[in-house]
């Protein structure tokens, strides 16, 4: 769920720094921009996120296959071709400077005070327990079934500047 959510917004900065359509890369159009983006955003999930190719297809509403094809094609494409190879680096510096810009936490407490500061609440009922982590900052949740999906969404707004994980333990 948090993988699909990263590679979405991932998708978004792709077609906003190559100047497409929003949504565009899920389309069946073969168009060269359209492919040259698809390649580019499941390069760098994979490469930087770690995205597993499966979720990437379901986003791009292609096949699992074409991801391995982005991926062992990279290089080539990279080293002869010069629009792929200038599209992917405009890509590549707007993700990393993204991803820099975000705040994280260095201490535990200051991070789920933060969450409980923003909307996060706690649970009696120890059914489901949500790991957040934040830079080196970790703290549990503590949630019931029935309240784990507004927690999560809570979370998620609380920490949407900041550079976290999720893990459902």
């Not at 100047?19 to 359209?34: E, Y």
């Not at 409980?116 to 970790?138: T, Y």
Request: glycine content about 2%; proline content about 1%; aromatic content about 10%.
């Amino acid at each position: 769920m948090i993988e699909q959510e990263t590679f979405i917004n991932l998708c978004d900065l792709t077609t906003r720094v190559l100047g497409l359509p929003k949504d565009s890369l899920a389309l069946k159009s073969r168009k060269q921009n359209l492919n040259i983006g698809r390649s580019i955003a499941s390069v760098i999930s994979r490469m930087e996120d770690h995205t597993k190719r499966d979720i990437i297809a379901e986003v791009l509403d292609r096949h699992r296959t074409l991801i391995y094809h982005y991926e062992k094609k990279h290089r080539h494409n990279y080293a002869t071709w010069v629009q792929y190879r200038n599209a992917f680096n405009k890509v590549y510096i707007a993700y990393k400077n993204l991803e820099t810009s975000k705040k994280s936490f260095i201490d535990d407490d200051f991070l789920k005070a933060h969450l409980l500061k923003k909307g996060v609440k706690e649970n009696a009922k120890s059914q489901v327990f949500i790991e957040v982590k934040s830079g080196k900052a970790v703290c549990i949740i503590i949630t019931s079934y029935l309240d784990f999906s507004n927690q999560l969404e809570n979370i998620k707004l609380a920490l949407k500047n900041y550079q976290y994980e999720l893990r459902i333990i």
